[in-house]
Nanobody, 126 residues
């Protein structure tokens, strides 16, 4: 299993930006499909964005598709989520997740992912 660690969370004002990072261990990162999920208190964990092993496909949930950008650097075993125009509704714990193999389709169901990070808190003040 690939081990994942998220960093970059924090407190920001509405309209601000934040960049999350996910560091993966091992040599097989390039073989995994990667995704970002988020979970707010009292709510289910929801899909935010996904990325294929090559980075060629990057689906987003509708609420963030014009504001967030997902990317990955396979040489560095890293995945990123650039979040712009943050809203209070974006407040949640953000998780990175991995699924094998790394091709399409990109599932939006949390149970399709075998590896998870511990999460990083993002709080957007109004």
């Amino acid at each position: 299993q690939v081990q994942l660690v998220e960093t970059g969370g924090g407190l920001v004002q509405a309209g601000g930006s934040l960049r999350l990072s996910c560091a993966a261990s091992g040599r097989s990162f390039v073989n995994y499909l990667m995704a970002w999920f988020r979970q707010a208190p009292g709510k289910a964990r929801e899909f935010v964005a996904g990325i294929t092993s090559s980075g060629s496909r990057t689906p987003y949930t509708e609420s963030v598709e014009d504001r967030f950008i997902i990317s990955r650097d396979n040489a560095k075993n890293m995945m990123y989520l650039q979040m712009n125009g943050l809203k209070p509704e974006d407040t949640a714990v953000y998780f990175c997740a991995a699924r094998f193999p790394g091709g399409q389709p990109i599932p939006r169901n949390r149970h399709a992912y075998s590896s998870w990070g511990q999460g990083t808190q993002v709080t957007v003040a109004s």
